[in-house]
C-alpha cells in the first residue's frame, strides 16, 4: 500500500513543475540557481528512437565484462551520451560520441570526460577522454580494458578494471591501476573487484566485489591506499565515488528490498542513507561542491530510468529528466 501511495504522490509531484529548457523539473525546495554549473554526463535513450527495455537498459549501463561460458558478454545499446547542466536544464548530446559510449569519470577539473566505448564484436572496451573545451577525443592505449574506471591526479593516474594474471596462469579481472611511471599494475587484493573511484589525493582506491556473476548477495566495498598491503572492508555496497574533497563517499546499499543512497565518511565510518525511498536508486554522484547528490531510478507506471537529485543536507530531491530511458549519471 506505501508502494503505491507513494508512487502516485512522485507522479503528482513529477506532474507540478514547469518544464524548463528540455525537460528539468523546477526545483521546488532547491533554488535552481544555487545548484553548481558542472555538467550531469549521462547516457540518454529516448523513446523516439525505439524504447529499450529498463532491464536491458541496466544491463548495458553495467558495462563490465564478465565471464559467461568463456566469453565476454556485452550489450548493444541505442543510446547518446549527453549532458545535462541543471540550472539551465539544457540536454545536450556530446558531440561525436558514438552508440554505448558510456561515461565514466570527470577530470579534477571539469574538463576532461572518461569515456568507455563498447565493440561490439567482442574486443575489448576502449576508454577515450573528451575535453568539453576544445572538443578533442584522446584514446588511451594500453589502459585497462574491462569497462569500469576512474581518472586521479597522480600518483594513480587511472583505475580501471583489467585482466590479472593468477598464479596457475589463468587470468580473472580485477582492479588495476596505472601510476605516474604509465604501466598497468594489478592492486594488491584487487582481484574481482569492479567500479573503482580515486580519492583526490591520488593514492587511495575505493572499489566493490561482487561475490561472484551469480549471486544474489549485496557486493562488499574495499578501500586501498599505496603502500598499505591488502584492502580493507568498508562494508556492504555498490558503485562507490568519493566527493571532490574526499572527506565521504557516496554508494548505494540494499535495505528492506531496495537500493538506496548512503553516504559514509571515506573511513568507512559515520554510514546513513541520503535517500529513502521504496524505488531503487543507482549510480550515484556527488556534485563538485559536495551539497548535492544525482543518480538514476525507475519510478511510476512506465517503469521507466529517470534521473534525480537530491540536496544531501535535509533530502529534498527534484526530478531531472521526465522521459525515455536515462542513467549511470557522473557530476
Not at 513543475?17 to 533554488?31: E, R, S, Y
Not at 597522480?154 to 605516474?180: C, K, M, N, Y
Not at 561482487?210 to 562494508?235: C, K
Request: with cysteine; glycine share 14%; proline share 6%.
Amino acid at each position: 500500500m506505501w508502494a503505491a501511495l507513494h508512487a502516485s504522490w512522485s507522479s503528482v509531484r513529477a506532474a507540478w513543475p514547469l518544464l524548463l529548457g528540455t525537460g528539468l523539473a523546477c526545483g521546488g525546495g532547491i533554488p535552481l540557481e544555487s545548484v553548481p554549473g558542472d555538467p550531469i554526463a549521462f547516457v540518454r535513450q529516448e523513446a523516439a528512437k525505439g524504447r529499450l527495455g529498463l532491464d536491458v537498459f541496466r544491463e548495458g549501463l553495467q558495462l563490465r565484462a564478465f565471464e559467461e561460458r568463456g566469453r565476454e558478454h556485452k550489450v548493444r545499446l541505442r543510446t547518446s551520451l549527453s549532458l545535462l547542466e541543471v540550472p539551465s536544464g539544457e540536454i545536450r548530446s556530446v558531440p561525436d560520441a558514438t552508440e554505448g559510449s558510456l561515461p565514466l569519470d570527470w577530470s579534477a577539473d571539469g574538463y576532461r570526460l572518461l569515456i568507455g566505448r563498447m565493440t561490439y564484436a567482442g574486443g575489448p572496451i576502449q576508454l577515450y577522454t573528451w575535453n568539453r573545451l576544445t572538443g578533442v577525443y584522446n584514446r588511451l592505449s594500453g589502459a585497462p580494458s574491462g569497462g569500469s574506471a576512474a581518472l586521479g591526479v597522480g600518483p594513480i593516474r587511472l583505475a580501471g578494471v583489467g585482466r590479472v594474471l593468477q598464479e596457475d596462469g589463468s587470468t580473472r579481472w580485477g582492479v588495476v591501476l596505472r601510476t605516474d611511471g604509465a604501466k598497468n599494475l594489478p592492486l594488491v587484493g584487487g582481484v574481482g573487484g569492479i567500479d573503482p573511484d580515486i580519492a583526490p589525493d591520488g593514492r587511495t582506491v575505493v572499489f566493490a566485489r561482487p561475490h561472484d556473476a551469480l549471486s544474489l548477495r549485496e557486493p562488499v566495498l574495499w578501500i586501498a591506499s599505496l603502500g598499505d598491503g591488502e584492502p580493507r572492508s568498508i562494508g556492504r555496497g555498490s558503485h562507490p565515488r568519493f566527493s571532490r574533497d574526499g572527506h565521504w563517499i557516496v554508494f548505494t546499499r540494499t535495505r528492506a528490498g531496495n537500493a538506496d543512497v548512503w553516504r559514509m565518511r571515506a573511513d568507512g565510518t559515520r554510514k546513513r542513507p541520503i535517500t529513502t525511498s521504496s524505488y531503487d536508486e543507482e549510480f550515484p554522484s556527488v556534485s563538485r561542491d559536495g551539497r548535492y547528490v544525482v543518480y538514476a531510478s525507475a519510478r511510476g507506471l512506465q517503469e521507466e530510468s529517470q534521473l534525480f537529485m537530491t540536496r544531501v543536507a535535509d533530502g529534498e530531491e527534484i526530478q531531472l529528466t521526465q522521459s525515455g530511458q536515462n542513467g549511470r549519471p557522473i557530476w
